[in-house]
């Protein structure tokens, strides 16, 4: 193993973010909060070992490689545990309401047309609760807007019902509690009655906020101009690719981009990012080429490569830097440097610098799916690049127009190629789909969105100052149209989209793994990475879906049925579950059947219902639904699980050996989950 990791020296340092995140992942599957000194003080261990540990010893070199992973891994630990308590703050106990409401508006979300905004608050003052137990920040939806469009720094007071985050639909599902936690989002809820304005921004803001404040009001009035110029789906995917503003964008249009593999072009990230530098270091290159003295005497490439630092920022700042869009900006940063350094602009090394830098500033970023997905297809394109750059060059019969045509289209399909299988195991993890025919959308979306949209975008940018930005705005939105055009097509065909069951964590862990051997490593030994991932993502077909599901309100329930379906107890009760639950099956929405009525069973017999509750029975157990506590004690007698939706801990006391998991079990631990099989029960709890 030392000889091998001597041989690949110069790619050691490519996995200092791989332990940092060991190192974060580590400190996010605790159970509990560690003591504060935890990660300080692994750190401080750890850097001592990398100083002092093997020295002289025969195999110090292996035991410094390991020392200094320990330490990544421990930095990356500390990195958490201090962001964990920096952003700390209150959060609602329960749900409350209607109460008074007064704060400062931080942000406005315009929704779909009539269906109103998202408000973020800060600075607020709610009746019924202590201002040490006020959240820092609540978000509410607004059915009513003032007459006067909101903007970050408006003082409001209105009149809303609020409640907690909310926790996973499912064990192991998507956590928006940790979501909330990390944006200090303590509450979230909607407005009853009107939204009155008690102080405008212009009159109240000043001090360091106040710069953040009017930067959300330039990116919410150049979405309003976006919007102004092109109305409908097309001004809405135009908002989301120059302010980062997804809002708007209607439910049809986001399920056709995701089925049809295009959702990443609504996500700004390294597609995006890298257009706008390549427009602004090529066009700006290219104008100051057409002075003769500037461009023979002058070093104009590292010109534009400094000028371009500045614009890829500005553009990053406006839309919002979210994971993706930091890491390209990074990344972009990295390369125009290189440029003026005269050094190599893309590499695995910058990539490894973008990742570093995220996880130590904002390390939940690690479970962010796009941080994730942007991370994995650009390595993946990356470790390919690179392996074809030195390949020998056999197109030299063929004239240099065939062979520049071909070349593109090449690097179109491969590209493509790469950056679909790259991402497929986090698609497959995160949204339980694949999308089949995504080479072929993309081949064609890419270079429209390439060649023509962004091109555009940055021209509006540029006319926005002046009030022309409408005579670029319209002919981007002619291409953005063809976007969605093509995607309502590809998303139409048959198979489409493939929904897949849920992969498990340790299938994706795997899967991850597995791809970064394959990709940092450059000796042959990497190819034994396509196994970890291979196996990870078949590890969907051994998983078995839960046999129950609550969710931790109690006012939904689920049966999976002996061929694989879902009876579900309410077909309107907790939508977002319900959806929630199908896709974690493998199942499209609307896939569901009801629950027998009372004195029926269904199909196969394995639910049986009546007017107190369910029996479910498989391998010879039976797991008790109760509605009614006039059915506690036979149910807590023959059941071997009773999953109460009252109050029944004592009442079961002493009456045979059933588990119990009721209502206060519901609203403690969130969902539950549980698995009938022949060797026992298996209970979990999303909150565990």
Same mark, same amino acid.
């Given at each position: 193993?030392?000889s ?12 200092l ?11 996010? %599957? ?8 935890? #990660? ?5 261990l ?5 100083? *002092? ?5 025969? &195999? ?13 891994? %421990?930095?990356?630990f &500390?990195?958490?545990?201090?962001? %964990? ?10 749900k409350? +309401?209607?109460?008074?409401l ?6 406005v ?22 201002p ?15 007459p006067?469009?909101l $903007?970050?720094?408006?003082? @409001? ?8 985050p ?10 928006f509690q940790?979501?909330?936690f ?5 509450a979230? !809820?909607f407005v009853?009655?009107d ?13 360091? +906020? ?13 979405? #309003? /101009? ?8 097309? #001004?809405a995917v135009a908002?989301?690719?120059?302010t980062?503003?997804?809002?708007a964008?209607?439910?049809? =249009?986001?399920?056709?981009? /995701? ?18 530098a390549? @427009?602004? *270091?090529?066009?700006?290159r290219a104008?100051?080429?057409?002075v003769?003295p ?8 590292k ?10 920022l ?23 440097l ?13 990539l ?12 939940e970023?690690?479970?962010?799916p +796009? ?16 392996? &074809? ?14 062979? !520049? ?7 179109a ?9 790259a991402?497929?195991p986090? &698609? =497959? ?16 979306a890419i270079?429209l969105?390439?060649f023509?949209?962004m091109p ?9 100052? *002046? ?10 939105g002619l291409? =953005? ?5 093509i995607?309502? $097509? ?9 929904v ?13 793994? !597995? ?10 030994? /990497?190819?034994?990475?396509?196994? *970890?991932?291979?196996? !990870?993502?078949m ?12 969710? #931790? ?22 939508r977002?579950?319900?959806e ?15 629950w ?5 069973a269904d ?10 509750g ?10 008790a639904?109760?509605?009614? /506590? ?8 023959l059941?071997?699980?009773?999953l ?9 006391t002493g ?5 119990? $998991? ?5 609203r ?14 298996? @209970?979990k709890?999303?909150?565990?």
């Amino acid at each position: 193993m030392e000889s091998r990791l001597a041989q690949e020296q110069d790619r050691l340092g490519l996995w200092l973010p791989v332990f940092l995140g060991l190192g974060v992942g580590t400190y996010f %599957a605790l159970a509990a909060e560690p003591d504060w000194w935890l #990660g300080a003080g692994a750190v401080v261990l750890s850097s001592l070992i990398m100083a *002092f540990g093997g020295a002289g010893r025969p &195999a110090a070199g292996m035991t410094r490689l390991a020392a200094i992973a320990l330490f990544a891994t %421990a930095l990356g630990f &500390a990195a958490a545990q201090l962001r %964990a308590a920096i952003v700390a703050a209150p959060v609602l106990a329960e749900k409350i +309401g209607p109460v008074s409401l007064e704060g400062r508006v931080v942000l406005v979300e315009t929704l779909p047309a009539g269906e109103g905004a998202r408000v973020t608050l800060e600075r607020l003052r709610i009746s019924r609760i202590a201002p040490e137990q006020t959240p820092e920040n609540v978000r509410v939806r607004v059915k009513r807007l003032p007459p006067e469009p909101l $903007v970050p720094g408006d003082w @409001i007071a209105t009149r809303a019902i609020l409640s907690p985050p909310s926790g996973p639909s499912a064990p192991g599902g998507f956590d928006f509690q940790l979501h909330a936690f990390f944006r200090s989002l303590g509450a979230f !809820g909607f407005v009853v009655g009107d939204v009155r304005v008690t102080a405008r921004a212009a009159e109240t803001s000043s001090g360091v +906020g106040a710069f953040w404040l009017a930067l959300e009001r330039l990116r919410q009035n150049l979405t #309003g /101009r976006i919007h102004a110029a092109l109305p409908g789906d097309a #001004g809405a995917v135009a908002a989301a690719l120059m302010t980062g503003d997804r809002s708007a964008i209607s439910e049809s =249009v986001n399920d056709a981009m /995701r089925d049809s593999g295009l959702a990443h072009l609504l996500s700004i990230s390294g597609l995006h990012v890298s257009l706008v530098a390549s @427009i602004l *270091f090529v066009g700006l290159r290219a104008l100051l080429a057409l002075v003769p003295p500037i461009a023979l005497d002058y070093p104009i490439k590292k010109w534009t490569a400094a000028l371009a630092i500045p614009g890829t920022l500005a553009y990053g700042v406006l839309s919002g830097m979210a994971a993706p869009t930091q890491r390209s900006v990074i990344m972009v940063g990295l390369v125009m440097l290189a440029v003026l350094a005269d050094r190599r602009a893309l590499s695995l090394r910058t990539l490894a610098w973008a990742a570093a830098a995220i996880l130590l500033v904002q390390p939940e970023n690690l479970f962010n799916p +796009g941080f994730q997905m942007s991370f994995a297809s650009v390595a993946a394109l990356l470790a390919v690049f690179e392996a &074809a750059r030195d390949a020998p060059d056999g197109g030299g019969r063929n004239p240099w127009w065939r062979r !520049g045509v071909v070349g593109v289209f090449a690097l179109a399909v491969l590209t493509s190629l790469v950056a679909t299988a790259a991402t497929a195991p986090f &698609a =497959v993890y995160h949204f339980n789909r694949f999308a089949a025919y995504g080479l072929a959308a993309n081949m064609v979306a890419i270079p429209l969105s390439s060649f023509w949209v962004m091109p555009w975008a940055v021209a509006a940018f540029a006319l926005m100052p *002046f009030g022309l930005e409408a005579f670029a705005l319209v002919p981007m939105g002619l291409g =953005v149209e063809a976007i969605i055009g093509i995607a309502d $097509v590809v998303a139409g065909w048959p198979g489409a989209a493939t929904v897949m069951p849920s992969m498990p964590l340790w299938g994706l862990v795997g899967a991850a793994l !597995g791809g970064l051997w394959l990709c940092l490593w450059r000796r042959p030994w /990497r190819f034994a990475g396509a196994a *970890f991932v291979l196996a !990870g993502m078949m590890s969907a077909a051994f998983t078995r879906p839960p046999d129950v599901l609550a969710d #931790g309100d109690g006012r939904l329930l689920a049966v999976r049925t002996a061929d694989g379906g879902l009876a579900v107890s309410s077909p309107r009760a907790a939508r977002l579950s319900r959806e929630t639950w199908l896709r974690l099956s493998g199942l499209e929405e609307g896939e569901f059947t009801a629950w027998p009525k009372a004195g029926e069973a269904d199909d196969s017999g394995r639910l049986r219902c009546d007017a107190s509750g369910c029996i479910v029975r498989a391998h010879g157990r039976a797991v008790a639904i109760v509605r009614d /506590r006039a059915a506690l004690l036979e149910d807590c007698a023959l059941a071997d699980v009773v999953l109460s939706l009252v109050p029944a801990r004592r009442l079961c006391t002493g009456f045979g050996r059933a588990t119990v $998991v009721d209502r206060a079990d519901l609203r403690a631990g969130g969902a539950h989950a549980i698995w009938i099989g022949a060797d026992g029960i298996e @209970i979990k709890a999303a909150n565990a």
